[in-house]
């Protein structure tokens, strides 16, 4: 890197950033000139592998970015984007015989050297500091400090030379925590290039925002790729990809499954990349007859789900599909009356019921294993038989409880599903992901419900435990009861379902039959393609 | 083949033992000191009938607020504004006795009420908002305050023994075996006990204790469990209220007088009762025996130092050290345990490998 001009006695951090830019400028142009043959070149990575205890997450992917192109990266749930970003911001290693060529140079990349590099990551969830204004934001840790003193003016004078340039309106001086999630992005591209980053990785920047912002925040990414940078763009909405990108690689499973000019590129041919399961990773789940309707929503708003309406019957179960962000455990949450219903009906046994809280739901039969087991589901600290005992609190008449009920219920179901453990006693967090689900849905039979919403009932989840739980929901719906499955793990939708309704923004996209359910078809409309 | 057990220290299994221990090492250290000092001849004063009752005399009050603010912070809360609060009621009572002439009784229940209805505003704002228990109890302590001064003029209110029924021996002519000293048994250490038991059961054999350890844990689990969150933060500092009241119109029988200062420090005695038997501050965990073990604990300190004839300064410096040694020694001790368990699953992982690896070769 550049010669460190340290100003004033104490300046510690004081290698002022104009100056440090200075330097880049100086450098990129005898660097440009020794290589002027591949001189567009910033990134390339080959052979990049990454191996998790008992998982690949990637597999001899090979990559790379030129400058002033956008490179999009598409791939479903877990086909190892943001494994392949993280290695890219030095957060992971690649696993040996990775190579990384910054500039035609092999890097060994960590956080601070990609930073010092001009690598510049966007996560989805912003890391800012909401009190400070925006540009105290872009120069946090880079202030510009002469004899000690912050220079003010001709931060705000950089800072707003950058905001103008990229056409926005954001004031210097507001504050990060009343911008918006399109605010906050923007002034993140703003630091990117007031630092002269050489490259922008951007991990679903449009998740939140409305179509207008969308435009908003394209147009500005046109901007930045035209004064140089080269971006990563990450992004689930496939109008996106094609109205920015220069070249798209489509991730599966780890793998890199192909990589295209988008220039003559169609929607189809890239779907079809995205899609192609190996046929092994599907489970074969037994079919139990379907009975008679149980649950319904109608035109069901609230908690940003719009207008959802299905019915669900016994003996089913009613796969929720679509991408993170799509508003799936948001329905959930309102069905379950732990979040507002702001208009529609809920039906259960074809009588209208008002869910204030999620009492009411439970006392209505309802159970709901939520995504987020360490904090939703389960009181960690305490043993399986009080994790187990707890929610059927709500249908026990009688004040005084007894210990020895408790553990003789918690011992049952330690039996029944076959928890690992010696007896109930055991504390809830000493257990393993598998087990620790399992204790969740004992909580829930010992409620006696009928109607069951499971939230990513497999996530982090081993293989052995993912066939134990199937095999426990299908032991429900024997028993005539019903499920609403929400699920981001395609070949879990795809082989437990017996219906799917794919979600997109809060709507509902598509209702699939059992004939219907296809990778192809599920990712299509969760990607955008509205049924007509 | 299974894993061995995870074999728990005893410390782990009986959580109280850890902290009882504790406190066992500290009266025989306080007794051998007494032998020392003052010869074997005598019997330890320390632990004389009559030195055990005085201590059971001295804790008996902020024993009953401890067991309010075990529940309180077992749910999630803290509760800073017990202290001025008893005093609050104090004054309230003595007034009622010797200003307003409305009796005895309607005194206490004035007393009592006011502390029911203060502590249930404050449940109130702690529950249906997101500010911080600690905060919102520190203003009402700072306003109790205001409102005891208010209305004593800033100066004490002197009764007429109107009270002394509290405080009558119920053990009248029994006698130290020892010294000869007449022993004393008051009607608010037995209320104590009482509360205690109730307190005690409330915990372990409702299902409102066992809603009360869910919300300590993780409110937004119980809420999806079916628990009304806002409602049992609420519940608890209405039980605190009552029990505060009941401990200021006990205080107030031992002193005959309301004044400012006679609730003064009972908030921090009673939260370091509390975190002495191994209650969370953070909630979910704590029971009532701990926090009794936690009373007796504290109480003794000032108590022995008195024997021994320390400055009463030294008190403090003594009730301090206890409380980090009593709440750091739970961390440790699980570290500890921890590391030699690690220890040992690596020992008998080791080991299966090992024998694995021969009996392949062997079929080979």
Redesign the interface.
């Known amino acids: 890197m550049g010669v460190k001009i340290r100003q004033g006695p104490g300046g510690a951090s004081a290698s002022s950033a104009c100056y440090r830019a200075a330097d880049r400028e100086g450098e990129r142009t005898t660097a440009n000139r020794e290589r002027f043959n591949f001189m567009s070149e910033i990134l390339r990575l080959s052979n990049i592998s990454k191996t998790f205890p008992g998982v690949v997450a990637l597999q001899n992917i090979s990559f790379d970015l030129n400058e002033g192109e956008v490179h999009c990266l598409c791939g479903e749930n877990g086909a190892g984007k943001s494994t392949l970003i993280k290695i890219l911001s030095g957060a992971y290693q690649p696993d040996e015989g990775a190579e990384i060529l910054f500039e035609g140079k092999p890097v060994v990349l960590n956080p601070h050297l990609a930073m010092s590099l001009g690598i510049q990551t966007i996560y989805q969830e912003h890391v800012v500091f909401e009190t400070l204004s925006v540009m105290e934001n872009i120069f946090a840790g880079a202030e510009i400090v002469k004899r000690g003193f912050l220079q003010k003016a001709e931060m705000r004078r950089q800072t707003l030379g950058v905001l103008k340039y990229l056409k926005s309106g954001l004031s210097p001086d507001a504050k990060m925590g009343d911008l918006n999630s399109s605010g906050q992005k923007i002034v993140e591209i703003a630091k990117g290039l007031i630092f002269k980053r050489r490259a922008i990785i951007l991990d679903e920047p449009t998740a939140s925002l409305s179509s207008v912002e969308i435009e908003n925040l394209l147009d500005i990414i046109e901007t930045v790729k035209n004064s140089g940078l080269g971006i990563i763009y990450i992004s689930h909405h496939l109008e996106e990809v094609f109205k920015i990108g220069d070249r798209v690689t489509v991730l599966r499973d780890g793998r890199k499954v192909s990589q295209h000019e988008i220039a003559g590129l169609t929607k189809t041919t890239l779907i079809k990349d995205m899609v192609g399961r190996d046929p092994s990773t599907f489970y074969r789940r037994e079919k139990v007859p379907i009975g008679e309707v149980v649950f319904e929503a109608r035109e069901v708003n609230g908690n940003g789900a719009r207008d959802i309406s299905f019915t669900l019957r016994r003996g089913e179960i009613l796969g929720i599909a679509g991408m993170a962000g799509s508003g799936r455990s948001e329905l959930m949450n309102v069905l379950f009356g732990s979040a507002r219903l702001d208009f529609g009906e809920i039906l259960i046994n074809g009588k209208v019921v008002k869910h204030s809280n999620p009492e009411k739901a439970i006392r209505n039969k309802m159970c709901f294993i939520t995504e987020d087991r360490q904090n939703t589901g389960l009181f960690l600290p305490q043993t399986i038989a009080q994790n187990v005992t707890i929610a059927n609190l709500v249908n026990t008449r009688e004040f005084v409880v007894h210990s020895r009920d408790d553990a003789e219920t918690g011992d049952k179901f330690v039996k029944q599903l076959a928890i690992k453990t010696p007896n109930s006693q055991t504390r809830a967090v000493e257990l393993s992901g598998g087990n620790q689900q399992k204790v969740v849905l004992a909580k829930w039979f010992n409620t006696n419900g009928e109607i069951f919403i499971f939230d990513e009932p497999t996530l982090g989840i081993d293989v052995g435990s993912k066939q134990e739980i199937y095999k426990v929901m299908v032991d429900l719906l024997k028993q005539g009861k019903a499920i609403i499955m929400v699920s981001s793990d395609m070949p879990e939708v795809i082989s437990m379902s017996d219906r799917v309704i794919v979600m997109k923004n809060g709507e509902k996209m598509a209702e699939l039959t059992t004939e219907e359910i296809s990778e192809e078809n599920i990712l299509t409309y969760s990607i955008g393609h509205k049924e007509i | 083949m299974s894993e061995p057990?995870?074999r728990k220290s005893l410390f782990q299994r009986h959580e109280n033992l850890r902290v009882l221990s504790i406190f066992i090492g500290f009266v025989i250290i306080i007794v051998l000191l007494q032998l020392i000092t003052e010869g074997t001849n005598r019997f330890p004063t320390f632990i004389s009938p009559v030195n055990l009752l005085n201590i059971l005399q001295q804790v008996g009050v902020p024993g009953i607020v401890a067991i309010g603010m075990t529940i309180v912070m077992i749910s999630g809360g803290i509760d800073l504004s017990v202290g001025m609060l008893a005093s609050l009621v104090s004054i309230v009572t003595a007034t009622g006795i010797s200003k307003w002439h409305i009796g005895v009784v309607p005194s206490i229940l004035a007393g009592i009420m006011t502390a029911v209805v203060l502590e249930t505003i404050m449940g109130y704002i702690i529950s249906r908002t997101k500010v911080e228990p600690f905060i919102i109890t520190l203003g009402g302590m700072i306003t109790f305050q205001g409102m005891a001064l208010l209305l004593c003029n800033s100066r004490e209110v002197i009764m007429n023994r109107e009270l002394d029924f509290l405080k009558v021996n119920l053990i009248q002519g029994a006698r130290d075996p020892f010294n000869h000293l007449s022993l004393i048994i008051p009607p608010y250490v037995l209320i104590f006990f009482l509360i205690a038991l109730l307190g005690g059961l409330l915990l372990?054999?409702?299902?409102?204790g066992?809603?009360v350890?869910?919300v300590g844990?993780?409110p937004?689990?119980?809420?999806?469990?079916?628990?009304?969150v806002q409602n049992m933060k609420l519940s608890v500092y209405i039980i605190m209220g009552f029990l505060v009241g009941i401990g200021a119109v006990m205080l107030l029988a031992r002193v005959n007088t309301g004044i400012i200062t006679l609730g003064q420090g009972l908030e921090i005695d009673s939260i370091a009762m509390v975190v002495i038997g191994g209650t969370a501050l953070k909630g979910?965990?704590g029971n009532i025996v701990g926090t009794l073990i936690g009373v007796f604990f504290l109480g003794s300190i000032g108590n022995a130092m008195n024997m021994l004839r320390l400055p009463s300064e030294v008190q403090f410096v003594a009730k301090g050290l206890v409380v980090i040694i009593a709440v750091s020694a739970g961390d440790v001790s699980t570290r500890i345990s921890g590391f030699l368990s690690r220890r040992k699953e690596l020992r008998w992982r080791a080991e299966q490998r090992a024998a694995k690896g021969e009996s392949v070769e062997s079929t080979k």
Do not use: C, D, E, F
């Not at chain 2, 372990?204 to 409102?208: A, S």
């Not at chain 2, 937004?220 to 009304?228: D, E, R």
């Open positions: 057990a995870k372990n054999y409702t299902k409102y066992r809603r350890y869910a844990t993780s937004q689990a119980a809420y999806l469990a079916g628990i009304n979910g965990k």
